[in-house]
């Protein structure tokens, strides 16, 4: 059975950093393009960043652009997200959810989720 | 980027009901469009994928239609279990832009 389980979420000030991870079992996870998914309070889905499966490619939506980064480590099975500089607008459930086929593309299993507050 | 547009932004129909959510691209995506099922307090579930087909235990009560701009989402006769907000999404390439949703909502 997939499963992703995200942590790392929590009560942040604004302008601070914050790493996120997706643990991953139940599929060969180094086979597996993985992509990060947010949605603040009462909104829709926002694509945040999508990793390929090797590493080598990483895409970022433009409003972390410049603030985050997406790694993996296939070692481990754990997907990670770092965001710097965090603002208010980064509040959000981030979900982990693995890709079909290429990074970015469809996602057929998703994790339940880690929020993350931006305030002071 | 290329922006994807949802309508309508929320429906109520009556048990039975047909019902078809609209989802149109900025530019041509061909058919790389994906549906999303998101349940009130859940996790989003994947519906349909390539516009059209219907991911494995998806009820056949849902179909996906459409290519290069225009895509729909239809429910053949909704079912109170339908209730939920549902998204699309482009990958042809990133950024995969979501729609805003529809929300559907049962008389």
């Known amino acids: 059975e997939v499963q992703l389980l995200e942590s790392g979420g929590g009560l942040v000030q604004p302008g601070e950093s914050l790493r996120l991870s997706c643990a991953a079992s139940?599929?060969?996870?180094?086979?597996?393009?993985m992509s990060w998914v947010r949605q603040a309070p009462g909104k829709g889905l926002e694509w945040v960043s999508s990793?390929?499966?090797?590493?080598?490619?990483?895409y970022y939506a433009d409003s972390v652009k410049g603030r985050a980064a997406i790694s993996r480590d296939n070692s481990k099975n754990i997907l990670y997200l770092q965001i710097n500089r965090l603002r208010a607008e980064d509040t959000a459930i981030y979900y982990c959810a693995k890709d079909v086929y290429g990074a970015g593309s469809y996602s057929d299993y998703w994790g339940q989720g880690t929020l993350v507050t931006v305030s002071s | 980027d290329i922006q994807m547009t949802q309508s309508p932004s929320s429906l109520s129909a009556s048990v039975g009901d047909r019902v078809t959510v609209t989802c149109r691209a900025s530019?041509?995506?061909?058919?790389?469009l994906a549906w999303y099922q998101q349940k009130p307090g859940k996790v989003p579930k994947l519906l349909i994928y390539?516009?059209?087909t219907l991911q494995t235990g998806v009820p056949s009560r849902f179909s996906g239609s459409g290519s290069g701009t225009d895509f729909t989402l239809t429910i053949s006769s909704l079912q109170p279990d339908d209730v939920a907000t549902y998204y699309c999404?482009?990958?042809?390439?990133?950024?995969?832009?979501f729609g805003q949703g529809t929300k559907v909502e049962v008389k």
């Open positions: 530019q041509d995506i061909s058919n790389y």
């Open positions: 990793i390929s499966v090797s590493g080598s490619a990483m």
């Open positions: 999404q482009k990958y042809n390439g990133p950024p995969s832009t």
């Open positions: 390539g516009a059209s």
């Open positions: 139940g599929f060969t996870f180094s086979n597996e393009p």
